[in-house]
């Protein structure tokens, strides 16, 4: 039984497509993610949003010093997602207005610049993004046309929506981690860490269930049983009828996958059975995952906004990521070369 997360042991949809090599993060310069907000902030209210640029600095630094130095209870700083350390970001924070005057002390914070401020009627909690938007340098990499062809398919067919390796822990060890936890029991310890561990095996079977469904032709189908995501609106629907299957290979629905919990609608059929056969693989019941919520996935995102840009030190490559996927998922496409995990937190498009 194989627990411990290898990037390598998923396919990839391009797999016909010789990738462009190079590499990535050289310099944070080379990685840019700019968070694109669900909304802007008012003009009004008791919360002061600001939008920070930041470099060499993860997420939590940035709210350890809020907290510590500008003197804000930490569970009145609110960030919509985490962004990475090794990378030049710009992400929405939140404070309470009574601190507005403190903030010009993260001027003493190293590598942040404030762009922008305003007021709003609630504080930003996760998940209030759009998404990610990424400009980033494939270093040595030259065969434009080559990246091309594999940007093309992904855009008629879809982004396999894989969790990256930073979901996984050093080495790739929090599934086991996980696991033990499902079988024996929750136990004594840090709440949000055994959470986040059964999440890290939560999203392994994930990973699987996607692979299962390229290796059988199913990754860009319906069938009966599933449960569909739109991409337009985020609505889902059990698929009972056959001609839905058109609209799948319009890109208009995709299959969604489980998170297993105690609450998400479930799959049907012969659709259910392929979640089975994952769970039977690692001796896995549903009923195991009752201390977590659960929820769905789609097996793919749409890829939007991407442009392509040669220049002497490589390729530079933009696009827009929904909330909640990985550019690791893109960029292992274009490039056939596994990225690795970066230092600290999920900032390869997750949050």
């Not at 990378?87 to 929405?92: E, F, H, I, L, Y």
């Not at 762009?115 to 209030?128: C, F, I, M, S, V």
């Not at 696009?319 to 995990?341: C, H, I, N, Q, W």
């Amino acid at each position: 039984m194989d627990l411990v997360f290898r990037p390598g042991r998923y396919p990839y949809l391009t797999q016909d497509l010789p990738g462009v090599g190079g590499t990535i993060r050289l310099l944070p310069q080379d990685f840019q993610v700019e968070e694109v907000p669900a909304y802007l902030p008012s003009g009004e209210g008791e919360h002061l949003y600001f939008l920070l640029e930041k470099e060499g600095l993860t997420t939590r630094q940035v709210v350890e010093f809020l907290r510590d130095e500008v003197g804000v209870p930490e569970k009145e700083i609110g960030v919509a997602g985490l962004k990475d350390k090794r990378a030049k970001t710009r992400q929405w924070f939140s404070i309470p207005r009574k601190h507005e005057d403190a903030l010009c002390l993260l001027e003493n914070l190293k590598g942040t610049r404030v762009l922008e401020a305003n007021l709003h009627t609630n504080k930003l909690r996760t998940g209030h993004l759009k998404g990610n938007r990424f400009r980033i340098l494939i270093r040595g990499a030259h065969d434009v046309e080559r990246a091309r062809a594999i940007l093309k398919t992904l855009e008629a067919k879809g982004i396999p929506n894989y969790y990256g390796p930073q979901r996984f822990g050093l080495g790739g060890q929090n599934p086991v981690k996980g696991y033990e936890l499902v079988k024996k029991g929750k136990g004594r310890g840090n709440p949000w860490l055994k959470r986040f561990l059964i999440g890290s095996l939560q999203s392994l079977l994930f990973n699987d269930w996607v692979a299962l469904r390229m290796e059988r032709g199913l990754y860009d189908r319906v069938i009966p049983g599933d449960w569909a995501k739109k991409h337009a609106t985020g609505g889902e629907f059990l698929v009972e009828r056959e001609e839905e299957a058109e609209r799948a290979l319009r890109l208009e629905i995709s299959a969604t996958g489980p998170l297993f919990g105690k609450k998400y609608p479930e799959a049907q059929g012969e659709a259910r059975a392929l979640e089975d056969e994952i769970l039977a693989r690692y001796d896995l019941k549903r009923e195991e995952f009752r201390a977590r919520r659960g929820a769905r996935r789609p097996i793919r995102i749409p890829l939007t906004e991407w442009t392509l840009e040669e220049t002497p030190e490589g390729l530079w490559l933009t696009f827009f990521l929904p909330k909640g996927s990985y550019a690791t998922s893109l960029l292992r496409e274009v490039m056939k070369v596994e990225v690795d995990a970066p230092e600290e937190e999920e900032a390869l498009g997750e949050g």
